[in-house]
């Protein structure tokens, strides 16, 4: 429900703090006090057209902020959570407008667009007014109210769930003849391209295998290459010139040769021969790696081959090595429904034709059910007209079949309130035949009727009693106090007999100070109710006799 109104520099009103209850709320005062003023700033929190003739003349911005408290499971929660707001107790829609005209909006204090603005006040509050109404006069919400009306939402739910089931089996049938389509369309393509990469057969992991390999081979032949230099320094290939072992046994033999006493050069042959015997088996060990651990060259060829060859497919295909096998297993899939896909379409026609079915049974019972409550209704309201002054009117719940490509979640029917307030008129669009007090008070009668299914918590009714008095005025009254029993309702008034049924009233009063006229808004308490009821029935003088028929009025509420 509507908890709060914040309004700063909004025209007339200056700063005004209001606080609302639950049940029925009226708001008097004399013509031109500001009312409507009230009405459209909270249009405006509530995300209604901003204009720069709304800030207060000298100031550089006006602002609303509408604080409301919605029940637990309120669809206005729901949508939070679609927009990854965290849901509170209590929901602020404010919105600040520029003396320029540009306006932002703002939902518990984040930055918001005005369109979810707009979106989450159509869940909170309904305005019913003689020249603008919303809610009610959207046909969009007729079906859902009279589903609500007559019970019938196990009945909308079961259609909505076999709707999606014919839609989701009317996709899968439609892609599985896409992929035929497709399919066909590149057969040659496919089928060339299938047995190319099956007879590469790429491996998950097989470049990173390959590619290690291959590095590990090209080091080895690295290695391969520097033993064979280390041992061509020992073994140079031309045989005249010699190695180090020839060098060293040379030496000896000279050395030799020395004549005695040649002690000293017998150590120095020793040492020679010591050297010769470590270059011998250095030859050896050279050798020896030389052969264990040389690269087979053929091993490195094919290496090279297989990774130049998937590397190749790829570039071909457009894809990285890594995603050959995952193409490989999708060519053959698509080529798999061509070759099946005939049965495979079979079956989800089949599919298909059973899930319509489905939702024609669950559609047609709930069509059946809509016209069954729609009778219902029309007599329920019928009851309420005559009371309101309509006597002549009648109101018709039309369920009519939709064309096929008009069917949805919400049924097969389209359904729609319509209004004739003459005899022997055609019913039209509740906007379009109906006066604006007409419609104000038709609003009413329908919402008396089906305020148990309105997923609204708060109503606001705008002069519903326009050009009715009397009998007439009392009998509003009395559906506004019933409609209240269930919803917040808040109505401006200029009937007595309309405000002494409020649980709450406020008067809206215009202040003169200086040169500046100030719009002000004042709870009132018993006296101060009997007071203003006692000057809407005798207008400027109040007389004892008006202050009589006020207390007459306000006991009849049992206030």
């Not at 389509?181 to 057969?187: G, L, Q």
């Given at each position: 429900m509507l908890a709060s109104l914040a309004i700063r520099d909004v025209v007339l009103i200056e700063r005004l703090d209001l606080s609302f209850g639950s049940g029925l709320t009226v708001l008097t005062g004399e013509t031109g006090a500001g009312k409507s003023i009230l009405?459209?700033?909270?249009?405006l929190a509530c995300g209604l057209r901003a204009e720069a003739?709304?800030?207060?003349?000298?100031?550089?911005?006006?602002?609303?902020?509408?604080?409301?408290?919605?029940?637990?499971?309120?669809?206005?929660?729901?949508i939070l959570a679609e927009q990854g707001m965290e849901p509170e107790d209590s929901l602020v829609l404010r919105r600040v407008v520029q003396a320029d005209g540009r306006s932002r909006a703002f939902v518990n204090g984040q930055p918001v667009s005005v369109g979810l603005l707009r979106r989450l006040a159509a869940t909170l509050v309904e305005v019913q007014g003689q020249h603008d109404q919303v809610g009610l006069a959207d046909p969009a919400t007729h079906a859902g109210l009279l589903?609500?009306?007559?019970g019938l939402e196990p009945r909308?739910?079961?259609?909505?769930?076999?709707?999606?089931?014919?839609?989701e089996a009317e996709r899968a049938l439609a892609a599985a003849r896409e992929a035929i389509?497709?399919?066909?369309?590149?057969?040659e393509f496919l089928r060339h391209a299938v047995e190319e990469l099956s007879a590469l057969s790429p491996e998950e992991g097989e470049e990173e295998e390959l590619s290690k390999e291959r590095q590990r081979l090209q080091q080895g032949e690295r290695r391969g290459e520097s033993i064979a230099n280390a041992l061509g320094e020992l073994q140079p290939r031309d045989r005249r010139r010699g190695g180090p072992g020839d060098a060293m046994r040379s030496a000896a033999r000279a050395l030799e040769r020395l004549p005695p006493p040649n002690e000293e050069a017998q150590a120095i042959v020793a040492l020679l021969g010591t050297a010769q015997d470590a270059v011998a088996e250095a030859e050896t060990l050279l050798q020896r790696l030389l052969q264990e651990d040389g690269p087979d060259p053929r091993r490195l060829e094919q290496l090279e081959d297989r990774l130049f060859g998937l590397r190749a497919a790829a570039r071909k295909h457009g894809v990285?090595?890594?995603?050959?096998?995952?193409?490989l297993t999708s060519l053959k899939d698509r080529l798999g429904a061509l070759d099946a896909g005939t049965g495979k379409v079979a079956l989800l026609e089949q599919a298909a034709g059973t899930a319509r079915r489905g939702y024609l049974a669950a559609g047609e019972a709930l069509t059946t059910a809509r016209r069954e409550a729609a009778g219902r209704l029309e007599k329920a309201l019928a009851k309420e007209l005559?009371?309101?002054?309509?006597d002549r009117a009648r109101l018709v719940v039309e369920v009519a079949a939709r064309e096929e490509t008009g069917w949805a979640a919400d049924g097969m029917d389209r359904v729609a309130f319509l209004v004739s307030t003459n005899p022997g008129q055609t019913p039209g669009q509740l906007q379009k035949i109906a006066s604006g007090g007409e419609l104000s008070r038709l609003m009413l009668a329908l919402k008396v009727v089906l305020s148990r299914g309105s997923p609204v918590p708060t109503l606001v009714f705008d002069e519903v009693d326009a050009g009715i008095g009397g009998a007439t005025a009392a009998a509003v009254g009395e559906r506004l106090e019933r409609v209240a029993e269930r919803l917040q309702v808040l109505v401006v008034t200029h009937s007595p007999q309309v405000a002494a049924r409020g649980a709450q009233q406020l008067r809206v009063a215009?202040?003169?100070k200086g040169d500046r006229a100030t719009t002000v808004v004042e709870p009132l308490g018993k006296r101060e109710r009997r007071e203003e009821i006692a000057r809407m029935l005798a207008g400027e003088t109040v007389t004892d006799a008006a202050r009589a028929a006020a207390d007459s009025l306000l006991t009849g509420s049992l206030l």
């Open positions: 009405l459209d700033s909270l249009g003739g709304m800030v207060r003349v000298g100031q550089a911005q006006c602002s609303v902020a509408a604080g409301f408290i919605p029940p637990e499971g309120h669809p206005a929660l729901a589903d609500a009306f007559g909308r739910t079961a259609t909505a769930t076999t709707f999606r089931a014919w839609r389509a497709a399919a066909r369309r590149d057969e990285a090595v890594v995603e050959l096998p995952a193409l005559a009371p309101l002054k309509l215009k202040q003169v």
